[in-house]
């Protein structure tokens, strides 16, 4: 997962890449050359909710969130194993809600096409179901550690 949250990282800084160089051409072509791209608003929007859901997987990889952890800094050993385990059954049991909904929402917008691009919607909302299982299978790495620190 490590690679791949790695892998992530590059793909998410092409795409802010991307993301800059459309808003700038749009700009460009808004004030310079006084015409519009019609794409120049709907491009940055899609890629904007996909940085974010992919950047969400590398933050949550790297437990990178925002996290309450007075509790868990003031109990020792098992406990403080105990308690991950169950914050961790919790987040992938919320995760795999999401991936669930995220997929009914691509199925169902999979025939809805975009406004400017003309392509289906589904790919936009497709974020959800895969950013979900991508960070299952990390929750589901780190739950296994916090089971070996319950069992020593």
């Not at 092409?14 to 993301?19: E, G, R, W």
């Not at 392509?119 to 070996?148: F, T």
């Amino acid at each position: 997962m490590t690679t791949l949250c790695r892998a992530l990282r590059v793909l998410v800084g092409l795409l802010m890449v991307v993301l800059v160089g459309v808003v700038a051409l749009g700009i460009f072509y808004r004030y310079a050359l006084r015409e519009s791209l019609y794409w120049a608003t709907e491009v940055p929007n899609f890629l904007m909710v996909w940085i974010v859901m992919l950047g969400s997987v590398v933050a949550f990889h790297e437990r990178g969130h925002i996290a309450f952890t007075l509790l868990g800094d003031s109990m020792g050993g098992r406990r403080k194993a105990l308690l991950e385990c169950v914050v961790i059954l919790v987040v992938l049991t919320l995760l795999a809600v999401l991936a669930y909904s995220g997929a009914i929402v691509v199925e169902d917008t999979m025939h809805s096409l975009s406004d400017a691009l003309k392509m289906p919607k589904g790919y936009l909302y497709a974020c959800l179901p895969l950013c979900s299982a991508l960070m299952i299978i990390s929750a589901l790495g780190q739950l296994r550690a916090s089971v070996r620190r319950l069992r020593d």
